[in-house]
T-cell receptor, first 112, second 115 residues
Framework: RKEVEQDPGPFNVPEGATVAFNCTYSNSASQSFFWYRQDCRKEPKLLMS???SGNEDGRFTAQLNRASQYISLLIRDSKLSDSATYLCVVNTATSGTYKYIFGTGTRLKVLA | DTAVSQTPKYLVTQMGNDKSIKCEQNLGHDTMYWYKQDSKKFLKIMFS???????INETVPNRFSPKSPDKAHLNLHINSLELGDSAVYFCASSQDLNRESDEQFFGPGTRLTVL
């Protein structure tokens, strides 16, 4: 089983739609969680951190379920500019050192 | 102005050659990383350095040798390049390896093609 798993997509949605991505992780000792966004042929950039209580940033909502070991990202009112690959990232301590583990990403295409 | 910069942006070379990629960050961060993103877009950590000290080496072939002359620079030298080394290599930095919530800042990537 991969350490961090995501549905690769692509998710093709019309503008204005609501879309949700899930990500599961295998190490129950994982400490912190993030969603990064990667545009085509560009570097990944932090979209938002994911907190246990859930957090929202404008049209984006991230949630963490430690019991089931999954993270979700909800995008409301999708814009064309949201088209990108969304990477789930889990930070896990191994022998006292934190290591960032990336999922393979979920590709989103927002269609006009 | 660029936070994390890498050179070169593109690198095309023949099998068997030796090449280097350079990375610099001006964020004052203690920790730097090299990642490899293959054709399937999977981003996998190769190395991390904290204050010039190697912390993580993810079973990368010893043809890959990172070097950190100071904490703002982390270079990657690759010997005897193979076809399978073709990928995009990203450098990244974060404030401190031992802080779990630190954001990572990525460079623009170096697209390596081995012919």
């Amino acid at each position: 089983r991969k350490e961090v798993e995501q549905d690769p997509g692509p998710f093709n949605v019309p503008e204005g739609a609501t879309v949700a991505f899930n990500c599961t992780y295998s190490n129950s000792a994982s400490q912190s969680f993030f969603w990064y966004r990667q545009d085509c042929r560009k570097e990944p950039k932090l979209l938002m951190s994911v907190y246990s209580s859930g957090n929202e940033d404008g049209r984006f909502t991230a949630q963490l379920n430690r019991a089931s070991q999954y993270i979700s990202l909800l995008i409301r009112d999708s814009k064309l500019s949201d088209s990108a690959t969304y990477l789930c990232v889990v930070n896990t301590a191994t022998s006292g050192t934190y290591k960032y583990i990336f999922g393979t990403g979920t590709r989103l295409k927002v269609l006009a | 102005d660029t936070a994390v910069s890498q050179t070169p942006k593109y690198l095309v070379t023949q099998m068997g050659n030796d090449k280097s990629i350079k990375c610099e960050q001006n964020l004052g961060h203690d920790t730097m990383y090299w990642y490899k993103q293959d054709s399937k877009k999977f981003l996998k950590i190769m190395f991390s350095y904290n204050n010039k000290e190697l912390i993580i080496n993810e079973t990368v072939p010893n043809r890959f040798s990172p070097k950190s002359p100071d904490k703002a620079h982390l270079n990657l030298h690759i010997n005897s390049l193979e076809l399978g080394d073709s990928a995009v290599y990203f450098c990244a930095s974060s404030q401190d390896l031992n802080r779990e919530s630190d954001e990572q800042f990525f460079g623009p990537g170096t697209r390596l093609t081995v012919l």
